[in-house]
C-alpha cells in the first residue's frame, strides 16, 4: 500500500486564516503581526496583558535514544496536542524552528510527518519569519565589534589569543570551523585564530529561548563573556557596547510565531538550540505565553529524555519556574528491534525477541523520568510494519516498571489515532502526582552537579576531567558562578559518550574534554567526547534534489 508523502499531504491542508487561530486563543487580530495569511506574530503587549492568569498543564514529550529507524518525537507531539483537541480540551503545542543547515544536509523537516504536522511546512522548513536570521545578525555584530574595538586601540586590553566569540552561518560547513581572520595587512586588522558554528550553536540563540522578556534579553547579552585580557579577567559583551544593538536586531524575534496543525489546532513554533550544547528546548517565552492560554500544552524537548529531558527539567524550568505536570516518552518498535541488534534493512520483518532486548533502552529513560518526580507514559509510535506481538511485547516489558504503553496512529489518522493517548495524558496530568524537582540543587558545586548527572542519568561509574578542567570549575564557582546549572554536550546515540554503545550501558565512564562558560545564558556546558558545533554536508546532500517544479512548488526538501 502506497502512502502520501509529508509534503503532499501538507499542500491538501486545508489552512485556516491565522486570525482564526489566534481567536481559538483570544489572541485578538491587532496583537497578531501577519507574514502572510497562515503565520503571524504575537505582541508583546498581548504576552503582558495575560501574565496574571493561571496556567495550564505542562506536557513534555520526550523519547529513547534517537537511532536510525526513527522515533517520531515531532510528529507525536504534534498528533497529541490533535489529539487532545479531539477529546474536547483547549490545548496547543510549543515545539523548535528548523535550522537551515540539517535541512539541506540530511535530516529533513521539523514539523511532524504524516497526519501529525504543522503548517506552513515549506515555509517553516526554510526562512519562516526571519528568526534565526535576526539571531546570526545580531551574533555577527558583536562579532565585528570586538574586532573594531581591537582594531582602534584595544581600550579593554584584549588578548587577541583568547577571543572566545566565534562567528556563526544557519548552514553546514566544514570549511568554516577553524579559519584565520584578519589577514591581508594594517588596514585589516591583527591576523587570529577563529572559526564558525552553526546558528542554533550560537549563545544568542539560548539567550533568546531563556529570556522572558526584552530587558531580561538586553541583560542577558550584556552578560557574553566574548573574550580575555592578558590577566585572565573576562570581557563582557557590555564592555564592547554591543548588548542594545543586539537587541534592536532581536526584537522581533523576540516574539514567538504562531502557526497551526494541520487540523488547524495553534501551536507557537519559536526558538531553536542546539540539544547539544545548548539545552534543546522552545523559547520560555512561547511556553509561558502557551500556559496562560491553552489548558493543556504540549512541548518537546531535543534527542533523548538523557539529553532532552534532563535539559528540560535541570535548566529550563529552573530558569523559567514552571514544572511539567505529565511526560509522554515516545517510543517505537522499529527503534526497540534496532536496539536489540536488528540491521535497518530487517527492521519490517517481526521479531518479538529482538524487541525484548532493545526495551532496556526504554526502561532506562522511564526510570530517569520517573526519578524527576513527574508521572510518564510511554506512547508506541506506530509503524505500519509493526505487528500485534511486537507491540504486546513493547506493552508488557513497559507494566513490569508501573507505567502504561499506549499505541498512538497519529501519523497514519491524524487526532483519531492519538485519541486514546490524549486521554491518558489528561488523567496523569490531572492527577495531581507530579512532584517535581530538578535532581541536584543551585548551591551544589559545579563538578558535583556532573557527576551527579552521570551517574544518576547516565548510569557511569565515574567521570574524567583532568586537573586543569575542574580548577575551571572552581574559578568561575569563586566568579560567583556556583549557582548555574551544567549542561551536557555528549552525543545523542547512547548514554554513554560512545555513539556505537546502544541500550543501556552500565560501568562506562564519562570523559571531560572542555567546560564553556554561557554566562549569558546562564549555563556551564560541559563537553564530553566529540561534539561538532559546524556540521559537515553527507556525501550526497539533500541540497542536491532541492529545486522548483515548474507549477513553482519546492521538490526535494521532504
Known amino acids: ?34 507574514y502572510g495569511h497562515d503565520k503571524a506574530k504575537v505582541s508583546q503587549d498581548f504576552i503582558n496583558s495575560v501574565q496574571e492568569r493561571e496556567n495550564g498543564k505542562l506536557i513534555l514529550v520526550t523519547a529513547i535514544n534517537p537511532t536510525p529507524a526513527g522515533e517520531g ?30 535541512n539541506f544536509g540530511m535530516k529533513g523537516g521539523a514539523a511532524g510527518g504524516g497526519y501529525a504536522q504543522v503548517v506552513p511546512m515549506e515555509e517553516m522548513n526554510l526562512h ?6 535576526a539571531i546570526t545578525s545580531a551574533h555577527s555584530l558583536l562579532s565585528a565589534m570586538i574586532d573594531n574595538h581591537i582594531y582602534w586601540g584595544n581600550e579593554q586590553d584584549i588578548d587577541i589569543r583568547r577571543v572566545a566569540w566565534r562567528r556563526v552561518v544557519d548552514m553546514n560547513d566544514r570549511a568554516l570551523r577553524q579559519i584565520t581572520a584578519s589577514l591581508g595587512g594594517v588596514a585589516n586588522g591583527f591576523p587570529r585564530e577563529t572559526g564558525f558554528d552553526i546558528t542554533v550553536a550560537s549563545e544568542v540563540m539560548a539567550i533568546l529561548c531563556l529570556a522572558t ?8 547579552l550584556g552578560d557574553i563573556i566574548v573574550a580575555y585580557r592578558r590577566d585572565k579577567t573576562p570581557v563582557y559583551c557590555r ?18 510565531n504562531l502557526v497551526q496543525t494541520l487540523e488547524n489546532n495553534p501551536a507557537f513554533v519559536h526558538g531553536g538550540p542546539f540539544a547539544n550544547i545548548a539545552h534543546g528546548c522552545n523559547s520560555v517565552i512561547a511556553t509561558k505565553t502557551a500556559l496562560k492560554v491553552a489548558d493543556y500544552v504540549v512541548t518537546e524537548a531535543g534527542f533523548g529524555a538523557d539529553l532532552g529531558a534532563e535539559k528540560f527539567m535541570n535548566i529550563k524550568c529552573r530558569k523559567a519556574g514552571i ?31 529482538a524487541v525484548n532486548n532493545g526495551c532496556a533502552n526504554l526502561g532506562r529513560h522511564i526510570e530517569n523520568v520517573k526519578s524527576f518526580g513527574v508521572p510518564v507514559v510511554v506512547a508506541i509510535n506506530h ?16 507494566a513490569t516498571h508501573g507505567v502504561e504503553a499506549v499505541l498512538s496512529r497519529h501519523w497514519e489518522l491524524g487526532s483519531e489515532g492519538s485519541a486514546d493517548l490524549a486521554e491518558k495524558v489528561v488523567a496523569l496530568a490531572d492527577s495531581g502526582a507530579a512532584t517535581f524537582a530538578p535532581i541536584y540543587p543551585d548551591d551544589m558545586p559545579l563538578f558535583e552537579k556532573v557527576e551527579t548527572i552521570a551517574k544518576r542519568i547516565y548510569r557511569a561509574d565515574e567521570v574524567l576531567a583532568d586537573k586543569k578542567i575542574r580548577n575551571q570549575l572552581r574559578e568561575w564557582e569563586e566568579a560567583g558562578y556556583c549557582h548555574l546549572p551544567v549542561c551536557m554536550a555528549k552525543t545523542q ?21 572542555e567546560v564553556r562558560l554561557s554566562a549569558g545564558a546562564g549555563f556551564i556546558v560541559v563537553v564530553c567526547g566529540e561534539i561538532m558545533t559546524m556540521p559537515g554536508l553527507p556525501r550526497t546532500p539533500a541540497s542536491e534534489s532541492i529545486r522548483l517544479n515548474d507549477a513553482g512548488q519546492i521538490e526535494g526538501l521532504f
Open 213 to 220: 522578556d526584552l530587558q531580561d534579553l538586553e541583560k542577558r
Open 323 to 353: 514544572a511539567p505536570d505529565a511526560v509522554v516518552l515516545v517510543a517505537t518498535v522499529r527503534a526497540m528491534k534496532m536496539n536489540g541488534g536488528v540491521a535497518k534493512a530487517d527492521l519490517g520483518a517481526e521479531n518479538v525477541d
Open 493 to 513: 546515540y547512547s548514554f554513554s559518550t560512545d555513539p556505537n554503545l546502544r541500550g543501556a550501558p552500565t560501568g562506562h565512564s564519562v570523559p571531560v574534554r
Open 1 to 34: 500500500m502506497s502512502y502520501k508523502t509529508d509534503i503532499e499531504i501538507a499542500r491538501e491542508a486545508n489552512k485556516k486564516p491565522i486570525q482564526e487561530i489566534g481567536a481559538k486563543l483570544g489572541i485578538e487580530s491587532n496583537d497578531l503581526l501577519p
Open 128 to 133: 519562516f519569519t526571519g528568526d534565526f536570521h
Open 239 to 256: 564592555d564592547i557596547k554591543a548588548e542594545g544593538a543586539m537587541t534592536v536586531l532581536l526584537k522581533d524575534a523576540m516574539q514567538p
Open 73 to 102: 518525537k515531532t510528529t507525536t507531539t504534534v498528533g497529541l496536542g490533535d489529539g487532545l483537541n479531539r477529546i474536547g480540551k483547549n490545548a496547543m503545542i510549543c515545539i523548535r524552528e528548523a535550522s537551515l543547515g540539517p
Open 383 to 398: 509503524f505500519v510494519t509493526d505487528t500485534e506481538a511486537e507491540i504486546q511485547a513493547v506493552k508488557d516489558y513497559v
